[in-house]
């Protein structure tokens, strides 16, 4: 693989900008009947919770136009088979990991990420906050600087030292970016944006809400544009805060926007159901869009949108050979 | 690594209306050649720059070494994607996933099969009938569904099987009733040794009930529930799971797809699809607004 594409978030060095998104990638065993794990960036692992969970019972999904409503009630097996089954042989397949944590209450995120702690192996924690807080009425995290900022404080403390912390917030919120600086305040190392959008859908013919939860979050392109806005409002409030931007990723195209916005890596969600195979696709579609506009490093792309018209990377001279590594 | 499932651009060879339903068949020499009796295929519908993001889910009725190798689906076409794939012509491509899914387990030994079909998910127990004849197993078919045109393999049951009974809800063909009413009749004479059974989830009740009365085993392909709740077929969506009781008693919500779409019948809460049973592993105590949230 070429060097073009090497990223950074935080800390963490990855080979490759391209993860999967949280919920998205299964146990990661489904996908590796696909392809070699160990060609994505890294993988994002379904939010992990304290306790197993069933989730909510079907149709938990319904179609909508380029997008997917879903209202899956969180389901996993829990941080304890989670550590004894899933994350050891994630960990054997030679790809890092970034844990997904998610909780009810601050106490039980700081709790998980105290189990984590000493778990080697782990490249990464990504905090869902996205979750209801049951000791304020429900109310979502994410949707609170303030609790939003508990939540990472707690994990931050708890979690090993040098293990970067990413939160991943909600997108539909009044304004993200206040949301962003209360959590990199709180010692986020970088952010994950977005995550679903609330929305609904009504089945015409029982005339009743399609999903038994009635609302379900919004996934796939449709909300694309969404999330590359919120990454483009984070990063120039934000601009050395590493991004990782997710929603709709579908293309190394859809990737290159993102960069191009200001995220440093991409998380591929939906398109998984669709294609297992569209981790490995859209890293090399991305690497030929980077070569087709011959841009060096995908770091010199990264918040490119941001600079004025006419700005001009720092190139490929076309006869210079492309460098290769491996 | 030859039982691992493929993606490929199958070409639709012909597209033909059986009865009530289509019959669609794809050159996909990979897939056909992995294939096990009960596996499935999941299709993306729509073409390449679809806006349509799940993928659907079918069985296959027969695989053939034809053309390199080719697998027939049968679908009704009920809603607009499966109408689209209705409309694709010879030499069209369609991007397909497959073999999924576990297959039916088979006996070591020639014993007495009871096959049982029901609809459009009648069409994947012939598969299996293929295997089962070249093991040298004798096999009976019970089919049904709600009229004449709604039974899928009628003839062919009757040409292949030791014995075919058909019902209809109406009467237009075969005995006036449902599948459930001749199951006893039907396993008491025949003296099966084993029920197979794929079609719609009532079906499925009725053969794991008739099968458990006789003290068969009995093995069914929830394929109708997985094309209903499905929409990646490969286990990484978590969105076709039901409800299972393994050997510990505990029940575990399992996925339709990767942990099936055969199961035992035996194991599966027929009464409880499409809830998560209070005493489940990790049910929610109380289903209460506050629970989820969007995910
Ligand atoms: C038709 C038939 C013919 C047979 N013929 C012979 C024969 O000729 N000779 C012979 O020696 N044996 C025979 N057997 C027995 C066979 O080899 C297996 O022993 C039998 O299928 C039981 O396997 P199992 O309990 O391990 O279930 P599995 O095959 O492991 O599982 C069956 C299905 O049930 C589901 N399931 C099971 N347990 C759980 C759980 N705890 N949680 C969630 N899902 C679960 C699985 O998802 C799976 O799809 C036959 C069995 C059948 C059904
Ligand atoms: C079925 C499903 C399950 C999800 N589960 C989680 C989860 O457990 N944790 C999380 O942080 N995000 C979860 N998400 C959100 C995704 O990670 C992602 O942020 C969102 O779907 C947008 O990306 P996409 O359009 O590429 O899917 C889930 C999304 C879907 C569709
Ligand atoms: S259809 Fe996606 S997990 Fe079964």
Redesign the pocket.
């Given at each position: 693989m070429s060097d073009r594409v090497r990223t950074t978030l935080g800390a963490l060095e990855l080979p490759n900008p391209v993860l999967t998104?949280?919920?998205?990638g299964g146990t990661g065993r489904e996908l590796a009947q696909f392809f070699d794990l160990s060609r994505l960036g890294a993988f994002v692992t379904?939010?992990v919770m304290a306790q197993a969970r069933a989730g909510r019972p079907t149709p938990r999904v319904t179609e909508t136009p380029s997008g997917?409503l879903?209202a899956?009630g969180?389901p996993g097996p829990g941080i304890e088979t989670f550590l004894e089954r899933d994350l050891p042989w994630l960990i054997e397949q030679d790809v890092r990991v970034i844990v997904?944590l998610?909780g009810n209450s601050v106490e039980e995120y700081g709790d998980l990420a105290l189990r984590l702690r000493h778990v080697p192996g782990v490249a990464g924690i990504e905090v869902?906050v996205?979750c209801p807080n049951v000791e304020d009425r429900g109310r979502m995290f994410a949707r609170h600087p303030s609790a939003a900022a508990a939540v990472v404080r707690a994990v931050r403390a708890h979690a090993r030292p040098g293990v970067p912390v990413l939160a991943?917030l909600a997108p539909d919120v009044t304004d993200i970016v206040t949301i962003a600086l209360a959590c990199v305040d709180a010692g986020a190392d970088g952010l994950t944006l977005?995550?679903?959008l609330e929305g609904m859908a009504i089945d015409p013919g029982t005339l009743r809400p399609g999903l038994t939860g009635v609302s379900g979050?919004l996934?796939?392109p449709a909300?694309r544009p969404v999330a590359v806005h919120c990454v483009y409002q984070v990063h120039a409030a934000l601009p050395s805060t590493p991004i990782v931007g997710?929603?709709?990723?579908a293309s190394g195209l859809d990737a290159l926007e993102f960069i191009l916005a200001g995220a440093s890596a991409v998380?591929?969600?939906?398109?998984l159901f669709h294609d297992p195979n569209a981790g490995p696709r859209v890293l090399r579609e991305l690497e030929e869009a980077l070569a087709a506009r011959r841009i060096a490093r995908l770091a010199d792309a990264v918040g490119l949108a941001h600079k004025p018209a006419g700005y001009v990377p720092p190139q490929v001279r076309p006869q210079e050979p492309e460098k290769e590594t491996l | 690594m030859s039982d691992t499932p493929v993606q490929t651009s199958a070409t639709v060879l012909t597209v033909r209306q059986v009865q009530d339903y289509h019959a669609m068949t794809l050159v996909a020499p990979a897939v056909a050649e992995r294939f096990r009796p009960g596996q499935f295929l999941a299709l993306a519908i729509g073409g390449e720059h679809t806006s349509r993001l799940a993928r659907r889910c079918f069985g296959v009725h027969e695989v053939k070494s034809d053309y390199g190798g080719t697998v027939e689906i049968v679908f009704a076409d009920t809603e607009p994607g499966t109408a689209w794939l209705a409309g694709r012509r010879s030499r069209d491509q369609v991007d397909l996933l497959g073999p999924l899914g576990r297959p039916f387990r088979l006996p070591r030994d020639p014993v007495t099969c009871l096959l049982v079909g029901g609809g459009p998910g009648g069409a994947a127990v012939f598969a299996l009938a293929d295997t089962l004849l070249r093991r040298g197993c004798q096999i009976h078919f019970v089919l049904g569904g709600p009229h004449a045109k709604a039974v899928f393999g009628s003839r062919m049951a009757q040409r292949i099987g030791d014995s075919a009974t058909v019902t209809t809800e109406d009467g237009s063909m075969g005995e006036r009733g449902t599948v459930r009413d001749v199951l006893p009749r039907v396993l008491r004479e025949t003296g099966a040794d084993v029920v197979y059974g794929c079609g719609p989830t009532g079906l499925l009740r009725a053969v794991t009930q008739a099968a458990g009365e006789f003290g068969l085993p009995s093995q069914v392909s929830v394929e109708e529930f997985l094309q209903r709740t499905g929409a990646c077929g490969t286990g990484v969506?978590?969105t076709c799971m039901l409800p299972v009781h393994g050997d510990d008693g505990v029940t575990r919500m399992v996925r339709a797809c990767a942990d099936g779409p055969v199961l035992r019948g035996d194991r599966v809460r027929w009464g409880d699809l499409g809830t998560i049973p209070f005493d489940a592993l990790g049910a929610p105590r109380v289903l209460s607004v506050s629970e989820g949230g969007s995910?």
């Open positions: 998104a949280s919920g998205c379904t939010s997917l879903t899956m969180l997904s998610a869902n996205a991943k977005i995550n679903t979050g996934s796939g909300i997710v929603g709709g990723v998380a591929v969600g939906t398109a | 969506c978590m995910q």
